[in-house]
């Protein structure tokens, strides 16, 4: 089983790579769509903008091979961005314009802006940095074996997942409010938080992923 | 709710650390990367490597150890040190860090602030910034740069605001009237910058006992309290701390 990780500009994938070698999982990094539609798993990480994302999918043509993908039912994780974008929107605009950007839509659902507000007199402050715990929305999922409720992953975002349909919500996260940072749709997973700089918690959960059958 | 964060920083010379002779557990001695690992195995919430490397021909020793620790650990960890260039920047985070950490160059040239923040994000640069005391200033605090050598005009609070503008996501703040006495953090300065700006502040200098960390997570509102020789000696465990947070209220990762 080879697991295609995708390379779109999106930030550093070296600590994807690693952590999948750590796992003992064959993975090759490519931003070529011939060859990613010959894995049979994909991870789709992503650090960057939603805009700039987007545009770089396109421009490469991995929005058609990840839609391909996920139509044929195979697996794919989505890290971060990567589990924003797949939405159908985000408000993340080039330099805050107003409006959206269109996403690739493989499940319906948005992408809002954390707001900054205050808890106990002092600020939130955005974006969300640091670790913080993950309810389990879906206990006895494959996807969390394993893993404790309330286990605490690595965040860095400063917009948040609002998927339609509430029956897809994997887990939660409470950072002002209770917003949803794992949901799954089909053969599509997708985390909020980065498993590969979670630590162990992260590794484990990571791994879960490429023993999932959906 | 977020948790605060504890970060251990390794100052590394020329690919060897410089503190750490009674380190435990079978590491070995110098290797910043086994001493990472050690701080990864007993639950550090991320790690500063501080390159303090003088020559500039050595320097491309710091990239090698970056890739080796991202290869071994799996938390975010931060470069800093001799960072002054958009290449010095990129290389690093190639090489797998998470964040770099900018600190003198950026007080001489601060849109290095901006282009790092435009190259990888905000969440991805530091600012250090080194503070001294001074009723001179208009916040009580004048930012100092070389190691605390070379004073500044820089009011300490004005920098920080401004370094947040140009894009900088988190802040290291070091007093250097603390920093080495092992009395405890400036508790006084860091609340004064964690509660005007909008990013995470890291408490740096001074942590001597896990009671200094508590006072400056929470007195301080610090996000972060970063230690050094208090766990490079022995003295401490990160568990340990960890454990005597969790017992004063202090939401840490267990």
């Known amino acids: 089983m080879r697991t295609g990780i995708i390379d779109y500009d999106a930030g550093n994938l070296q600590s994807v790579v690693s952590a999948l070698r750590r796992l003992g999982r064959d993975a090759f990094v490519s931003s070529d769509p011939q060859e990613l539609s010959k894995a049979d798993r994909l991870v789709f990480p992503g650090d960057g903008h939603a805009a700039t994302s987007m545009e770089s999918l396109r421009r490469l043509g991995l929005d058609e091979l990840l839609k391909d993908f996920f139509q044929r039912g195979r697996p794919i994780l989505g890290i971060c961005v990567g589990s924003q974008i797949v939405l159908d929107s985000s408000d993340e605009t080039p330099e805050g314009r107003p409006g959206v950007t269109p996403c690739l839509g493989l499940v319906a659902g948005t992408c809002h802006r954390l707001p900054k507000g205050e808890v106990e007199a002092r600020p939130l402050k955005v974006p969300h940095m640091g670790w913080n715990t993950v309810r389990i929305e879906q206990p006895g999922h494959p996807l969390f074996r394993g893993i404790r409720d309330e286990s605490a992953f690595y965040f860095v975002h400063s917009f948040y997942t609002e998927p339609v349909k509430s029956s897809i919500v994997l887990g939660t996260t409470e950072y002002g409010l209770r917003f949803v940072t794992g949901f799954v749709q089909d053969s599509l997973a997708a985390w909020q938080f980065h498993p590969e700089k979670s630590g162990e918690v992260g590794l484990t959960l990571l791994d879960n992923f490429f023993d999932w059958r959906p | ?254």
Not at chain 2, 222 to 228: N, R, T
Not at chain 2, 232 to 246: D, N, S
Request: with cysteine; hydrophobic share 45%; glycine share 10%.
């Open chain 2, 1 to 254: 709710m977020l948790k605060k964060r504890i970060v251990v920083c390794l100052d590394v010379k020329e690919g060897k650390t410089t503190k750490g002779i009674k380190f435990q557990d079978n590491v070995e001695l110098g290797d910043p990367v086994e001493m990472a690992n050690a701080y990864y195995l007993q639950g550090v919430d991320e790690l500063v490597f501080y390159d303090i490397t003088a020559s500039a021909e050595k320097r491309p020793i710091m990239i090698d150890v970056v890739a080796r620790v991202a290869q071994k650990i799996f938390i975010p960890f931060c470069v800093g040190g001799g960072l002054s260039s958009a290449e010095d920047i990129r290389r690093v985070i190639l090489a797998g860090a998470e964040k770099v950490s900018l600190n003198s160059p950026a007080v001489k040239n601060p849109e290095l602030i901006r282009t790092a923040a435009r190259m990888y994000g905000s969440q991805s640069v530091v600012l250090g910034m080194d503070v001294l005391a001074d009723p001179a200033m208009k916040s009580g605090y004048r930012v100092v740069i070389n190691g605390g050598r070379t004073p500044t005009g820089l009011d300490a609070l004005e920098w920080a605001l401004q370094a947040e503008s140009l894009g900088a996501g988190e802040i290291v703040l070091n007093s250097i009237d603390a920093d080495g006495t092992k009395a405890g953090y400036e508790l006084t300065v860091t609340r004064l910058i964690s509660t005007h700006v909008g990013v995470p502040v890291v408490a740096s200098g001074g942590a001597g006992t896990p009671e200094h960390l508590r006072a400056v997570l929470q007195e301080g509102r610090a996000d972060a309290a970063l230690v050094a020789s208090m766990v490079h000696y022995g003295t401490y465990t990160v568990r340990q701390i960890k454990e005597f947070l969790a017992e004063k209220g202090v939401d840490v990762r267990l």
